[in-house]
């Protein structure tokens, strides 16, 4: 085989086939980790809220049995 009829690199399948691979594994990857991402910090805040919600009702409880001086 000469070299004068071997395709370019550029444009040899293997070639195509592993940039498209690559190109897949990069979105699929951007994807996942991006759902992941925003599924987990929507969890942790919704976490805080409860926490701040509590704590909330707590000293209001507080200052509706000891008044403002409860608080302290």
């Given at each position: 085989?000469?070299?004068?009829?071997l395709?370019?690199t550029l444009?040899?399948?293997?070639?195509k086939?592993?940039?498209?691979?690559?190109l897949?594994?990069?979105?699929?990857?951007?994807?996942?980790?991006?759902?992941?991402?925003?599924?987990?910090?929507?969890?942790?805040?919704?976490?805080?809220?409860g926490?701040?919600?509590?704590?909330?009702?707590?000293?209001r409880?507080?200052?509706?049995?000891?008044?403002?001086?409860?608080?302290?």
């Open positions: 085989m000469s070299s004068s009829r395709k370019p444009f040899r399948i293997s070639t086939l592993t940039l498209a691979y690559s897949v594994l990069i979105l699929s990857s951007t994807v996942i980790f991006s759902f992941l991402y925003f599924q987990i910090s929507h969890g942790l805040q919704e976490q805080e809220r926490v701040l919600s509590s704590k909330l009702e707590e000293y409880n507080r200052i509706e049995v000891r008044g403002l001086g409860g608080i302290q």
